[in-house]
Nanobody, 126 residues
Framework: VQLQACGGGLVQPGGSLKLSCAASGRTLSGYPVGWFRQAPGKEREFVAAIRWSGGGTFYADSVRGRFTISRDIAKNTMYLQMNSLTPEDTAVYYC????????????????????WGQGTQVTVSS
């Protein structure tokens, strides 16, 4: 599976961005996909995930209510709508797909994801 992320950029605090991640090489049906982020000097952290087939969603506490993960099955593409952005959201955002059928307790761990996009920079600053 090849993943191509895009949509990052510079936005002011309180603003919005929508990230996209297009998958090729294999259908994502039946597997979870997600977004992670890594800020300078910090570890990669879970942001959000969605089960491709059932559509169940999972969010980090820090983004719940502000970010929305979704997917377009026909386009084999997933999205991350980010609203009410703060400087603390500044990071490189990575999309990822797992080759495993993860249970809820496993879905937030980046080590359970096999395929990664190249990352897109999101900078929130005035």
């Amino acid at each position: 599976v090849q993943l191509q992320a895009c949509g990052g950029g510079l936005v002011q605090p309180g603003g919005s961005l929508k990230l996209s991640c297009a998958a090729s090489g294999r259908t994502l049906s039946g597997y979870p996909v997600g977004w992670f982020r890594q800020a300078p000097g910090k570890e990669r952290e879970f942001v959000a995930a969605i089960r491709w087939s059932g559509g169940g969603t999972f969010y980090a506490d820090s983004v719940r209510g502000r970010f929305t993960i979704s997917r377009d099955i026909a386009k084999n593409t997933m999205y991350l709508q980010m609203n009410s952005l703060t400087p603390e959201d500044t990071a490189v955002y990575y999309c990822a797909a797992s080759g495993l059928r993860l249970i809820a307790s496993e879905i937030r761990a980046f080590k359970n994801y096999d395929y990664w996009g190249q990352g897109t920079q999101v900078t929130v600053s005035s």
